[in-house]
């Protein structure tokens, strides 16, 4: 079992208390999709890109989700992203 110092937790805490990365997790955490790549949840959480990478990267920091880049249709690169073990938080 993995112990969290005082200030991964409060990292964490602060990770959570955005509206945008709620949301985010979310998204993620729909049963039909496990990942899912930067342009589609910019639609459908109707943020900018830009915005939405910040939040990404913030939560990637703490643990939550991670970032992977994988080829798509035509050989283009695409990172998804997809929730972390909540589990592993202990």
């Known amino acids: 079992m993995m ?11 602060e990770a959570l208390s ?3 990365r709620l949301r985010i ?4 955490s729909e049963k039909k ?3 899912k790549y930067i342009s589609e949840l910019a639609r459908e959480l ?10 990404l990267r913030k ?5 939550l ?11 283009r690169a695409r990172k998804y992203y997809e ?4 589990l592993n938080f202990a």
């Open 46 to 55: 109707e943020i900018s890109r830009p915005l939405l990478y910040l939040h």
């Open 3 to 13: 112990t969290k110092t005082l200030n991964e937790i409060i990292k964490l805490c």
């Open 33 to 35: 999709e496990k990942k």
């Open 65 to 75: 989700l991670k970032g992977k880049t994988e080829l798509g249709k035509g050989s």
């Open 25 to 28: 997790i979310a998204a993620l």
């Open 18 to 20: 955005n509206r945008h």
């Open 83 to 86: 929730l972390c073990d909540f």
């Open 59 to 63: 939560l990637e920091e703490v643990g």
